[in-house]
C-alpha cells in the first residue's frame, strides 16, 4: 500500500502544507478503497461495486484526488 500510495499519488504532486496533503490523503484513499481495480480481487475494489448494465446511458469521467485519477460511470438515461 505504502508504494502503491507513493507511485500513484505523492510522485506526481507537490505538497505544501500539511493540509493539503491530509486532504489528498483522504481523497486518494477512498478511491483507492471504493473505485481503483484490484487485479487480486479480480478487478473490482476492496468495496465492492455494482454492476452497471451496458446499455444504461452514457458513460462518463469523473476526475478525483484533483485530476490525477478518474473514475467512469454511467450517465442515468
Known amino acids: 500500500m505504502i508504494g502503491t500510495l507513493r507511485r500513484e499519488c505523492l510522485d506526481n504532486i507537490i505538497v505544501f502544507n500539511e493540509q493539503q496533503l491530509e486532504r489528498v490523503l483522504r481523497e486518494y484513499l477512498d ?7 484490484h487485479r487480486a480481487l479480480d478487478r473490482d475494489a476492496p468495496i465492492p461495486r455494482a454492476v452497471e448494465a451496458v446499455g444504461e446511458g452514457e458513460v462518463i469521467e469523473m476526475p478525483v484526488v484533483g485530476g490525477l485519477h478518474h473514475r467512469y460511470t454511467r450517465r442515468a438515461a
Open 31 to 37: 478511491y483507492y478503497h471504493r473505485h481503483r481495480p
